[in-house]
């Protein structure tokens, strides 16, 4: 059978990383009791103020079509929420509402890069980065972030990448899968590049709320950068609610006209009842939202600390996010056949970084989505798994 070009290019190394995690999901749909942190879903309870306003909505039948960018009363929720915390001016013309920060980031591409265009992603990098440059045609150029850095940006580097063909540099903070958090020098620094040579700058903020070790600098604070920085987030982290797919975009007015027919063309416009809880959700801070960021932090000290005992491993502590590295090049496996045997001996199910990059080889991602007693029972199984490694 033949398929179209776009086919060939939304495969790759990203896609193939899930193998594990696919294969754990089998296991326990088969009855295996397997501790899965292989994928960043929120274990806890959303607010109860997007539950209620949803409900309400639903209630009241709000099931007809929205506006193709959202609703209204959301695009000006999530303006005032961008001014507020990044002090730089944002009004709703600069919001889309898109199916999750995924959608967000791939119909963002769609409408910056296309065939002979580069851009520039830190690696590693999200499982999905590379497809999402591949669809659009354009080709990914990686920039190196290293282990022995803390797995943060080196800007000179990011800066020797740029060539004549570099339209986009797209990056992630809080960083998933590293859980390196940018200071604001980095992120200024990376601005500064952007500004001189014409650059889009595309800033994936989806863990924005689960920034601990140091404040979230969003790309939308950098100042004369408003002209090109598009800042994607989404409630799938924040506000524990991936299944909602609320996600939304902001960018200049101009690029949002593009969004506009691109949604007009693939979604025409989401689920009003959704966008009628996430507007309640995100007119104000809530205290569930804190009380996640404080979770990820207790969970990853905890964890850092278990996993010190594992011989040949080293975890590197997050700075934020819901995850954390483990080296374990030590080990006497790579990453992707330590966590094959870690869930066939163990039933614990991680990501292999292997295909995420060069600097993810050897490191396997681990979720901190899952409840405290799982969390310690999975850390003594990898240790215990290590030792007898260690012990042959």
Known sequence: MEFSPLTGRIGGQGAAVWGIHFEALRQRAAGREVIVLSV?????????????????????????????????????AIAARMERRSGAGCGAE?????????????????????PEDEVIVPEPMYATY???????????????????????????????????????????TPHNPTGAVMTRAEMEAVGGICRRHHLW?????????????????SAWSLAGAGERR???????KSHAAPGFRLGWAVAPEPLVGHLFNLLLCMQYGGPPFVQAGAAAALAEDLPEVAALAADYRRRAARMVQSLAAAPGCRAHPPEGGMFLMLDVRASGLGAEAFARALLEREAVSVLPCDGLGANGAGHLRI???????????AARRIVRFAAGLAGR
């Open 201 to 217: 700058l595309v800033s994936d903020e989806v863990y924005e709320e689960l920034a601990f070790a140091r404040e979230h600098v």
């Open 130 to 172: 590379e497809a999402v440059v591949g669809a659009s045609g354009a080709r990914l150029v990686s920039v190196p972030l290293r282990p022995e850095r803390g797995f943060h940006l080196d800007p000179a580097e990011l800066a020797a990448a740029v060539t004549g063909r570099t339209r986009v540099v797209w990056i992630n």
């Open 40 to 76: 960043g879903e929120p274990d806890q309870a959303p607010p109860a103020r997007l539950i209620a306003a949803t409900q309400a909505a639903l209630a009241a039948r709000a099931v007809g079509y929205s506006p193709i960018l959202g609703e209204r009363d959301l695009r000006r």
């Open 367 to 377: 979720g901190l989505a899952a409840p405290d007693d799982l969390l310690a029972e």
């Open 230 to 236: 598009v800042v994607v987030s989404s409630l799938s």
């Open 94 to 114: 600069n919001v889309a509402v898109l199916p999750g920060a995924q959608g967000g980031l791939y119909a963002v591409l769609q409408c910056l890069a296309g």
